[in-house]
């Protein structure tokens, strides 16, 4: 356990949520609206801390027990990723698949939570939300298994870091493909546009934020947070992806990697803005080019 | 150098997943066309060391015909079919993206065994090529529509230029120039047909002709 893997935990912890601001800001410059403050999403989350939290008499442990575990499991999966040049907190042959599925873990309870509600929306989004999901996990491995085969190992700390300037010479266009594939999985697992739309508040059409309306106070702020962190770590493995910033110094490699990921958002942002959501018939179609770009960075060897 | 080649050749498979995915007829015009632009940077970027005469007027003319002629023509008979998306292709988009995977593998298969006569300006040239061919025959007996069957045809095309370009070398240049001739005249052909059966039958199906009756 080094210091150094504890600067990029402290940085998401601490930014995670003015990410979720710039993506709204970019919104807003696009719709030429002046937008809410750049912070909103820390008000929020201190609004919701301050509030009680009420339960419904037919939820059971579950409902309470899912806010909890998903923000649990969302930390460590943070701990498991490295950023700006640097190893992970932890880290380990194969690490990758627990990161993916300490994220399965955090879907699971916030599904579970929504299910003890009896709801029948929430029941629905439930439904759709594993649906996706399970489409964008193949896809999240195929492009992991293509990091691995193009870096040579087996684990993000060394993965991500190994790709420098002549990893970029050599295998440039598999990481874009790697990185266009991951960008398309981080706009489908965090329930961004062209999948879902975090402002719609029409149950029908809502995935992601149906499951959590009866959610409220305290409860609600660690699901917002959650997902907050989730999307800044998916954020950071595309920036892994594409920055080569292999064996640069910790501060340069820290400072670029962030602006990379605040970059992203702006592009999170930039897509919100230009493309319609898809109908949910054509969500498997996205998912299978997303699978395309994997698959063929997969195989090319050049 | 040769990551120039190999992202031209990668941005080929790309439009190939496009013109598979996409259901919009005018979707279907700009990925073939985007398909001639990059056939033409190919050119350039694999003649770059010896950049003839020749090899400029197969640019200007893979350019002038795939890039910019066939896309407009092909654009003029949507305006007059008034056709503007596949309904009901025989085979779904999203499993016509899984059988573009399955295509890319088998060629990569297949460019793995062949043997070539004299070296090859990047790996990926030869898989690429028949990915290419495939993604076009693929188009041809899956979709209904006749204007999707041609731009099916003109894909395929485009991968048979892709081998052309990369595998056999500058006196092929003529032979190119010659085909690209016959598909001129092949497009015009089937493009001006298209119009004649649209005003005939007031629909481009192709199942419909089966029941053809005098």
Same mark, same amino acid.
């Given at each position: 356990?080094?210091?150094?893997?504890?600067?990029?935990?402290?940085?998401?912890?601490?930014?995670?949520?003015?990410?979720?601001?710039?993506?709204?800001?970019?919104?807003?410059?696009?719709?030429?609206?002046?937008?809410?403050?750049?912070?909103?999403?820390?008000?929020?989350?201190?609004?919701?801390?301050?509030?009680?939290?009420?339960?419904?008499?037919?939820?059971?442990?579950?409902?309470?027990?899912?806010?909890?575990?998903?923000?649990?499991?969302?930390?460590?999966?943070?701990?498991?990723?490295?950023?700006?040049?640097?190893?992970?907190?932890?880290?380990?042959?194969?690490?990758?698949?627990?990161?993916?599925?300490?994220?399965?873990?955090?879907?699971?309870?916030?599904?579970?939570?929504?299910?003890?509600?009896?709801?029948?929306?929430?029941?629905?989004?439930?439904?759709?939300?594993?649906?996706?999901?399970?489409?964008?996990?193949?896809?999240?491995?195929?492009?992991?298994?293509?990091?691995?085969?193009?870096?040579?190992?087996?684990?993000?700390?060394?993965?991500?870091?190994?790709?420098?300037?002549?990893?970029?010479?050599?295998?440039?266009?598999?990481?874009?493909?790697?990185?266009?594939?991951?960008?398309?999985?981080?706009?489908?697992?965090?329930?961004?546009?062209?999948?879902?739309?975090?402002?719609?508040?029409?149950?029908?059409?809502?995935?992601?934020?149906?499951?959590?309306?009866?959610?409220?106070?305290?409860?609600?702020?660690?699901?917002?947070?959650?997902?907050?962190?989730?999307?800044?770590?998916?954020?950071?493995?595309?920036?892994?992806?594409?920055?080569?910033?292999?064996?640069?110094?910790?501060?340069?490699?820290?400072?670029?990697?962030?602006?990379?990921?605040?970059?992203?958002?702006?592009?999170?942002?930039?897509?919100?803005?230009?493309?319609?959501?898809?109908?949910?018939?054509?969500?498997?179609?996205?998912?299978?080019?997303?699978?395309?770009?994997?698959?063929?960075?997969?195989?090319?060897?050049? | 150098?040769?990551?120039?080649?190999?992202?031209?050749?990668?941005?080929?498979?790309?439009?190939? @997943?496009?013109?598979?995915?996409?259901?919009?007829?005018?979707?279907?015009?700009?990925?073939?066309?985007?398909?001639? @632009?990059?056939?033409?940077?190919?050119?350039?970027?694999?003649?770059?060391?010896?950049?003839?005469?020749?090899?400029?007027?197969?640019?200007?003319?893979?350019?002038?015909?795939?890039?910019?002629?066939? $896309?407009?023509?092909?654009?003029?008979?949507?305006?007059?079919?008034?056709?503007?998306?596949?309904?009901? $292709?025989?085979?779904?988009?999203?499993?016509?993206?899984?059988?573009?995977?399955?295509?890319?593998?088998?060629?990569?298969?297949?460019?793995?065994?062949?043997?070539? $006569?004299? $070296?090859?300006?990047?790996?990926?040239?030869?898989?690429?090529?028949?990915?290419?061919?495939?993604?076009? @025959?693929?188009?041809?007996?899956?979709?209904?529509?006749?204007?999707?069957?041609?731009?099916?045809?003109?894909?395929?095309?485009?991968?048979?230029?892709? @081998?052309?370009?990369?595998?056999?070398?500058?006196?092929?240049?003529?032979?190119?120039?010659?085909?690209?001739?016959?598909?001129?005249?092949?497009?015009?052909?089937?493009?001006?047909?298209?119009?004649?059966?649209?005003?005939?039958?007031?629909?481009?199906?192709?199942?419909?002709?089966?029941?053809?009756?005098?």
């Amino acid at each position: 356990m080094d210091a150094e893997a504890l600067i990029h935990i402290g940085i998401a912890l601490l930014l995670a949520p003015l990410f979720l601001g710039v993506v709204n800001r970019t919104k807003a410059v696009f719709a030429g609206r002046q937008g809410r403050p750049l912070l909103q999403a820390y008000f929020d989350l201190a609004k919701l801390l301050r509030k009680g939290a009420v339960y419904s008499r037919t939820t059971t442990w579950v409902f309470r027990a899912g806010p909890v575990i998903g923000l649990s499991a969302v930390l460590m999966s943070l701990t498991l990723l490295p950023f700006g040049g640097q190893g992970a907190l932890i880290s380990f042959k194969g690490d990758f698949v627990l990161f993916a599925y300490l994220l399965g873990l955090a879907r699971f309870s916030t599904v579970m939570a929504a299910m003890d509600v009896g709801s029948s929306f929430e029941g629905m989004g439930a439904s759709r939300e594993v649906t996706f999901s399970a489409l964008a996990e193949p896809v999240l491995f195929l492009c992991f298994l293509a990091l691995a085969r193009h870096t040579g190992v087996f684990s993000f700390s060394e993965m991500l870091p190994a790709i420098s300037y002549s990893t970029w010479t050599h295998a440039g266009p598999a990481l874009v493909l790697v990185a266009s594939a991951l960008f398309l999985v981080t706009l489908a697992e965090n329930s961004r546009i062209p999948i879902d739309d975090p402002n719609t508040h029409l149950e029908l059409t809502m995935i992601h934020e149906v499951m959590v309306l009866d959610h409220g106070g305290p409860d609600f702020a660690f699901i917002q947070y959650g997902s907050a962190l989730k999307l800044w770590a998916f954020s950071a493995l595309v920036v892994g992806t594409l920055l080569p910033i292999g064996g640069i110094d910790l501060p340069t490699g820290v400072v670029l990697s962030t602006a990379g990921t605040f970059i992203l958002a702006v592009m999170v942002g930039a897509v919100e803005s230009t493309m319609a959501r898809l109908r949910l018939l054509r969500v498997p179609q996205y998912m299978a080019g997303a699978a395309a770009f994997a698959v063929f960075a997969l195989v090319i060897a050049l | 150098m040769g990551i120039w080649v190999d992202s031209t050749i990668i941005f080929i498979v790309l439009t190939n @997943f496009m013109l598979l995915a996409s259901s919009r007829l005018a979707a279907l015009v700009r990925g073939v066309a985007l398909q001639g @632009f990059t056939l033409g940077a190919l050119l350039l970027l694999t003649h770059s060391d010896n950049l003839t005469y020749r090899v400029w007027l197969l640019v200007v003319a893979a350019v002038g015909i795939k890039g910019i002629a066939f $896309p407009m023509f092909l654009k003029r008979t949507l305006n007059n079919i008034n056709v503007h998306r596949e309904v009901e $292709p025989y085979i779904g988009y999203s499993l016509s993206i899984l059988i573009g995977i399955a295509g890319l593998l088998l060629s990569l298969w297949i460019g793995s065994r062949l043997p070539l $006569p004299g $070296p090859i300006v990047s790996t990926l040239a030869i898989p690429v090529a028949f990915s290419t061919m495939l993604t076009g @025959f693929f188009l041809i007996i899956s979709r209904k529509n006749a204007l999707t069957q041609v731009i099916g045809y003109l894909a395929a095309e485009n991968g048979i230029f892709v @081998f052309g370009v990369t595998a056999v070398h500058s006196s092929s240049i003529w032979v190119e120039l010659g085909i690209l001739l016959d598909v001129l005249v092949a497009v015009f052909v089937m493009g001006i047909a298209i119009h004649h059966i649209n005003k005939e039958f007031e629909s481009t199906d192709v199942d419909r002709f089966s029941s053809l009756k005098d």
